[in-house]
């Protein structure tokens, strides 16, 4: 059984970091690609970033230069760092990946981003 679980959310003030992490399990998730997705109050879930392991890793322009994605093979992880955040940048972030013609997520961590 696929299973995604995400940590690493939490309230900070704006220009503060954090860094998200998602551990996949029941699968491996070498040559496979993963995303995180963000859904703030009242708006539709957006793709913020992309990492292909062994491959490219891209990142949406709306947070591009202020997060990173990377991934640990070895540890079937994905993160995602968070520098400067904004306020805008509050929402409830999960963790995706693509298998079998289905899309698997987590459950999803909250960032709050205070000024």
């Known amino acids: 059984q696929v299973r995604l679980v995400e940590s690493g959310g939490g309230s900070v003030h704006v220009g503060g970091s954090l860094r998200l992490s998602c551990t996949a399990s029941g699968i491996d998730v070498g040559g496979k690609a993963m995303a995180w997705y963000r859904q703030a109050p009242g708006k539709e879930r957006e793709l913020v970033a992309t990492?292909?392991?062994?491959?490219?890793?891209n990142v949406e322009d709306s947070v591009k230069g202020r997060f990173t994605i990377s991934g640990d093979n070895a540890k079937n992880t994905v993160y995602l760092e968070m520098n400067r955040l904004k306020p805008e940048d509050t929402a409830v972030y999960y963790c995706n990946i693509p298998l079998w013609n289905r899309q698997f997520w987590g459950q999803g961590t909250q960032v709050t981003v205070s000024s």
């Open positions: 990492f292909s392991f062994g491959g490219a890793s």
